[in-house]
Structure formats: structure tokens, C-alpha cells
């Protein structure tokens, strides 16, 4: 089951252009797989072996790394350790439930108005 869940949040990911993150999360809390931090913990290491295997086949194919590149990366390591130390030890689950809501509302407004 877990091999046909991967495949199909890949092939959605793919075909929307999103991170599997976005959808990957939702379904743990949806279908009770894990509570809201193994959630959160589990998408994280998803994302980040994806965004890896994303910039290694962009690296193999352009063999170059966007300077924009590192200075979005950079930021993003800042925002997840703040947000890593916040949400396991200062917000409680309720916080960082509400927190999803709108970051999926965000991505679905955004994926229909992108071109």
C-alpha cells in the first residue's frame, strides 16, 4: 500500500507541479496514519528527499545551480529550523494544526491562478 500511496503522491506532484508535502500530509492526518507532529516530521524528510532528487536531475542537466538557487535555499534552512524548534517545543498541536489549513488554502488558490 504504501509503494501504490508514494507512486500516486509523485504522479500528482508531478502533474500539478506542487510539493508532495501538500499532499502527503493531509493524508496521514486524513486517514489516521500518524498525528499532527509525525506528520509534519514524515512530509518533511518527503520533501527533502524530493527536493534533492529535483535539484540533482536540474544539476545533471544544466550543471549549474541557480544563484537565486542558494539564496532561496538558504532561507528555506533558516525558516525550518525556526520552524522545526517552534513546533516541537513552543506551539501546541492546535496552533500548528491551523497552520496546515492555510498553507493548503494558499497552495490551492496559487495552483489555480498559475499558468
Known amino acids: 500500500m504504501a509503494i501504490g500511496v508514494g507512486a500516486g503522491l509523485g504522479f500528482l506532484s508531478g502533474l500539478t507541479g506542487t510539493g508532495s508535502g501538500i499532499f502527503l500530509t493531509p493524508l496521514l492526518l486524513f486517514c489516521q496514519w500518524a498525528h499532527i507532529r ?16 529535483g535539484l540533482v536531475g536540474y544539476f545533471t ?48 488558490v496559487k495552483l489555480i491562478f498559475t499558468r
Open 38 to 53: 509525525q506528520a509534519r516530521a514524515v512530509s518533511a524528510l518527503f520533501i527533502w528527499v524530493n527536493s534533492i532528487a
Open 61 to 108: 542537466k544544466v550543471h549549474s545551480i541557480p544563484s537565486l538557487g542558494l539564496i532561496l535555499a538558504a532561507a528555506a534552512i533558516i525558516g525550518a529550523i525556526m520552524g522545526s524548534y517552534l513546533g516541537s517545543r513552543h506551539l501546541a498541536v492546535r496552533v500548528i494544526s491551523l497552520f496546515l489549513p492555510t498553507v493548503l488554502l494558499i497552495a490551492g
